[in-house]
């Protein structure tokens, strides 16, 4: 008789085995599914509006860049009462779209320290510059634009948006009711799940500047 050979393992043994690899395999995947840090409503440096970062599409190599869009502003009408438009964009045809809703951030992608390589538009200038976004502490992240290269670059620091924070992008009787401010959670809210999905524009909203002035 051979006593070389291994040992048979039992049935039972084996379905523990397959057990733990499966369950090894679906935290893997719930793992890698779960939204990066950066992803929720934040502040800008201003006060006056607030941009929810999220994937840039829900499939594909859309799904692994963040983008950014408006979803609160402090004001968000003009004196006449009509909503904030993209007035300064210098293509003519996009002035007339709302503020509310716009894209400014966009095309982002994952780095060694935080995403970068994107771009931000800010509508109160109608410019767009290159982009990185770093996550400084959970309820803090730093937006960095430049054109070109960091040496000229300005970093402004956005803070994570309150749970009730009230979003333009919604219909009035839907959005939440504001409170105390408080920091959020990293994990999307009632209200964040209910919102429409506004995806990112082909091109991206404004051309970008060619050279450094």
Not at 116 to 124: F, I, L, S, T
Not at 165 to 188: H, I, K
């Amino acid at each position: 008789m051979r006593h070389d050979l291994p040992p048979r393992s039992s049935p039972k043994t084996r379905a523990s085995q397959a057990l733990a690899s499966l369950v090894l395999t679906l935290s893997a995947g719930a793992a890698s599914a779960a939204p990066p840090l950066e992803a929720g409503v934040w502040i800008n440096h201003t006060g006056k509006g607030a941009v929810e970062i999220r994937p840039c599409g829900q499939t594909g190599a859309s799904a692994k860049a963040l983008c950014g869009f408006i979803v609160w502003l402090k004001e968000p009408n003009k004196k006449n009462g009509e909503p904030l438009t993209d007035g300064y964009n210098p293509d003519p045809a996009k002035r007339k779209r709302t503020i509310c809703g716009l894209p400014v951030l966009g095309s982002l992608q994952r780095v060694s320290e935080g995403w970068d390589n994107g771009w931000v538009y800010d509508p109160e200038q109608g410019a767009q510059f290159d982009a990185a976004i770093e996550l400084v502490t959970r309820d803090r992240l730093t937006l960095t634009g430049y054109k070109g290269v960091k040496f000229f670059s300005k970093s402004f620091t956005w803070r994570r948006a309150p749970a009730d924070l009230p979003r333009c992008d919604q219909p009035r009787e839907a959005r939440a009711t504001p409170g105390d401010v408080r920091a959020a959670t990293p994990n999307t809210t009632a209200a964040q799940a209910s919102a429409p999905q506004v995806k990112a524009p082909r091109p991206v909203p404004a051309v970008r500047p060619a050279a450094v002035e």
